[in-house]
């Protein structure tokens, strides 16, 4: 039994890498004009996804980006990572759910390279609409992190993060949690913090340990989620594997694990997999995805899909430029 659930919303090769990369973007978008199924059948807590938002990198890894998410995926993942490489980057994107009726836009900042003292710092907004011809959902979530090193060893972050939500109506048990989500109100208003720590003893091995809305709202739009991760990397590839533990959306709490990784073919081309099981909702979901880099930008694409249990897609873009790359900084360590 679910506790306080959510409601059910009613050169020529670079050419032509790009090409092709921007041929399957629109075949993606082209699908999910088709793709669309009736939300009433997935489990309210799908729509909102825990609150949690995915880059590119992120989706396609199954989320296992706690230890090895850098950049702009640190800023939603694990703040402390925003600080374990020097870069600066803008990152634009989009996530589509088609059997939810949900579509989310949005971009991130993360800046690691003008603070003399390593003390990285980032920026980030999404706007998220859900069943617009139905239940009505929409929201913003606004955050702002920063994170330090220490002794490159161990790294420290905080994330701030506001969220306001509306949407129409309670559904059809009124204004009981089971069918709304937000005691009393259809309007949410609220502010809480994640925290993260990464440990690395050599380079290319992580140990992360986060802690999301740990001022713990009474809402499942924001529960309350430890995360526990450890990654492997280097310049080339990278694989991890991170345990989530969720202690709001259920009558006891869940947890969800997700596995990945990563390789950089021919210093363009990223080919991403993962996996990700989730005890609360009992799926296994396999995940994908493609990206192109070059010096100066990264343009990327993702997709996960449920294979037991109800059926749902996952779909996330995203565009990044490197302004390091562009004369800013000197970028020791690049993210994929």
Request: net charge negative; proline share 5%.
């Amino acid at each position: 039994m679910h506790r306080d659930r959510l409601c059910r919303p009613s050169s020529p090769s670079w050419a032509a890498s790009r090409l092709g990369l921007g041929s399957a973007l629109l075949l993606t978008l082209g699908w999910t004009t088709t793709a669309m199924a009736d939300p009433s059948t997935l489990p309210p807590e799908y729509g909102y996804n825990y609150g949690e938002i995915e880059t590119p990198r992120m989706t396609a890894v199954g989320g296992a980006m706690r230890a090895t998410g850098i950049g702009t995926s640190a800023l939603f993942s694990n703040p402390a990572n925003m600080a374990v490489a020097q870069l600066y980057h803008i990152t634009a994107m989009a996530q589509i759910h088609p059997e939810a009726a949900r579509q989310s836009y949005g971009g991130a900042i993360v800046d690691s390279i003008i603070s003399s003292t390593g003390i990285a710092g980032g920026l980030g907004g999404v706007w998220n609409q859900q069943d617009p011809e139905g239940f009505a959902r929409e929201s913003t979530d606004f955050r702002g992190g920063l994170a330090i090193p220490l002794a490159d060893v161990v790294f420290v972050g905080l994330t701030g993060r506001a969220l306001a939500l509306t949407q129409n109506g309670q559904g059809p048990l009124g204004t009981s949690n089971a069918s709304g989500g937000i005691p009393n109100s259809m309007i949410l208003n609220t502010v809480t913090f994640d925290a993260g720590v990464t440990l690395k003893p050599i380079p290319e091995f992580a140990i992360a340990l986060t802690g999301h809305n740990l001022t713990n709202p009474d809402t499942a739009f924001l529960p309350l989620m430890g995360g526990l991760a450890l990654g492997a990397s280097t310049k080339d590839f990278s694989l991890g594997a991170d345990a989530v533990l969720e202690a709001r959306t259920y009558d006891t709490p869940m947890v969800r694990f997700m596995g990945g990784g990563e390789v950089l073919i021919a210093e363009v081309v990223n080919l991403r997999a993962g996996y990700r099981y989730d005890q609360g909702q009992n799926t296994n979901s396999v995940s994908g995805g493609l990206g192109y880099v070059d010096r100066r930008f990264s343009i990327d694409a993702a997709v996960r899909r449920t294979v037991t249990g109800f059926e749902a897609t996952t779909i996330t873009f995203g565009f990044t430029i490197h302004i390091e790359a562009l004369g800013l900084g000197a970028q020791t360590e690049s993210e994929f």
